[in-house]
């Protein structure tokens, strides 16, 4: 396991996930790849996964292939925090209050979906119901996030509720807010747990599953479709994609319509149970409210801070993981600068699958389904709209989505390559700076 050396870093820090040392994602035993199958799946994680799981017990035949290992992706990187999403009513908006009231509803039912997989499967995955809180970095923005909960409740009940700054160290240990907003239905999962648990389900339940199986040539046939694994050809009646950030290699549909985004992630040494009772009291999930997004959260067992961010270069060199886990480290250093002294134990990053929108889809193109542009909220996301499409495939009214109905567009001069995103990352930088003048 390679290790990582700075300063900061303690002297066995690796640069592979925290959640990998409970749950690694491993590459099924060598199996001869079939000639063609029923469905066939492209992409083992949350989205491919919970698909599987519904179109197996409908009787299909179903393979599932990998590029690496199943959950090998985003699925096994992501920080853990499973809820409705704090903000998806404004950005349904978009598109209506009644596109905005069902972008909710399906929300928090994606919550509630993830919990009834867990139970059914009986995956231990440290799944708990802990809450979560975001803070204002402005007292403008605690106001906003005031008047954003009242659009919220007018939409449908919500337990949300806006915490002053007077009060926020009973949910987190920083003077860098001012004050926020609390959400009691979040939950933490483990998401190396979550995703190992899907594949062990799917597999019971009859699926194929391969690793190191890249797909490469996927085509539509007059029968249905092809494509080649390990240079190998397979045919398949029905085809998922569901690689989210990954997708644009497969089809130049998508290729201009997900934007690939790298997302980093550090986890701390333990530390003392005094300094995380006063930093995280409820050990419940966190973030900033800064448009360049920061995300945080204990470890499952309490005894360490995990702390995520945007990242810009996504290469495999250490001096690469070095520069983004030192600016995370700056990043968490913000909000708790008692932590100057401490180590990271972990560095990793991933990527992500986001829209022009801010809205996932789940749609079809060229008869292919498709699933993914979950925007950095992927957990629920992407468990509930693999079973909504899964659906969609054996043609049941249960595949019905908010997600399938929205306009599913690009930009002018995008292929793939999102050119933009680091004057983006500046100009979002600059606002949140400009914020806190």
Sequence with gaps: MPRLHAPFFSKDAVDTPYWWEAARPQAPAADDLPASTEVAIVGGGFTGLNAA?????????????????????????????LGPGWAFFDTGMAYGPEVARRVVEESFLSLQHVKDVVAREQIDCDLKVVGYFRGAMTPRIYDNLGRYIERLKRAMPCDAYLVPRAEQHKEIGTDLYHGGIAMPGYAGIHPGKYVQGLAAAAQRAGVRLFGN????????????????V???????????????????ALHPHLKRRIIPVGSGIIATEPLPPDVMDRLMPKRQMLAGSQRVVTYYRPSPDGTRILFGGRVLDMGPKEEVAVANARYIRSLLLKVFPELESTKLSHYWHGQLGFTFDHLPHATTIDGMFFSGGYNGTGVARASWLGSKIAHQMLGSDLGKTVYSDLDFKTRPYFHGKPWFLPLAVWFYGMLDRWDQR
């Design 230 to 248: 390990r240079e190998r050809a397979v045919a398949a009646s029905q085809v998922l994609v569901a690689a989210n950030g990954y997708s644009g």
């Design 213 to 228: 199986a890249r797909v490469s040539g996927l085509q539509a046939t007059s029968g249905g479709f092809t494509f080649h």
């Design 53 to 81: 799981l519904v179109l197996a017990r409908a009787g299909k035949q179903v393979c599932v292939f990998d590029a690496d290992a199943p959950g090998w992706g985003a699925s096994s990187r992501n920080g853990g925090l």
